[in-house]
């Protein structure tokens, strides 16, 4: 099967590893930082601290991303344009296809890659095309606010190395803003009318499903926040 690479707009740039095999290897790596450094320490592994040490970590990969979002926002909605013309010529989902484009190691930190990821989005939610979009806010402001207390709350609770009663506000303050803001951003789609462009399939893969992790996972942060609040220890996350 046809595999799209960096070589169809980036000429001899052919070898490299696939953009969501690299993605889930960042995330995987972050991931188990945090689970090893916690069973070094505490000597143990906690189902709680496993999911926000994932969900932490998926966060600050799309921080990044969203940072290109705002970086090559000009190129992105340009690019978008391409994808819907190769949707047409090829039939191929852009953002699956995405996952398979080959990036040269050499600029696997390249704003343009990734804002590849975005281009290939729009053709799903062309809010990610429109800068004067509620999506493309709320995305760029979440990865140029977010990636500091995610990582204040990912070492947190990993080592411990903040007074329970604060790791449990500044917790409070992130997942609110993350409930509050996907939430917003479900209705803003659906009442845009945007669901009746794209199939079923689509819809539960690319909006309903990240829409609905990015809401109940920080939901159950909320419970978290309140207990370590109340309770004063970590006692919620096994120490």
Not at 88 to 109: Q, Y
Not at 121 to 147: C, K, L
Not at 167 to 185: E, I
Not at 203 to 213: D, E, F, M
């Amino acid at each position: 099967m046809y595999r799209v690479t960096m070589s169809d707009t980036h000429p001899n740039r052919t070898v490299g590893i696939p953009a969501g095999l690299l993605a889930a290897l960042v995330v995987l790596l972050l991931t188990l930082a945090g689970i090893v450094a916690r069973y070094r320490i505490h000597g143990d592994v906690n189902a709680i601290h496993c999911l926000f040490s994932l969900f932490f970590s998926l966060n600050l990969l799309i921080c990044y991303w969203e940072a290109c979002l705002f970086l090559r926002r000009d190129y992105i909605e340009k690019r978008v344009l391409y994808w819907h013309k190769r949707q047409r010529e090829t039939g191929r989902a852009p953002a699956r296809e995405f996952l398979f484009t080959r990036v040269p190691l050499g600029r696997i930190l390249s704003p343009t890659v990734w804002a590849d990821a975005w281009a290939t989005y729009s053709t799903i939610d062309p809010a990610y095309a429109d800068r004067r979009s509620f999506g493309f806010t709320a995305d760029v402001g979440n990865g140029f606010v977010t990636p500091i207390p995610t990582l204040i709350l990912y070492t947190a609770y990993t080592l411990g190395f903040l007074p329970a009663v604060v790791a449990g506000f500044v917790g409070a303050m992130l997942f609110w803003q993350w409930v509050y803001v996907s939430s917003l951003y479900w209705v803003s789609f659906f009442v845009s009318g945007r669901q009746r462009h794209i199939s079923r399939r689509d819809l539960y893969i690319y909006i309903v499903g990240p829409s609905a992790a990015w809401v109940l996972i920080p939901a159950f942060g909320l419970y978290v926040s309140i207990r370590l609040i109340l309770e004063g220890n970590y006692g919620v996350l096994g120490f």
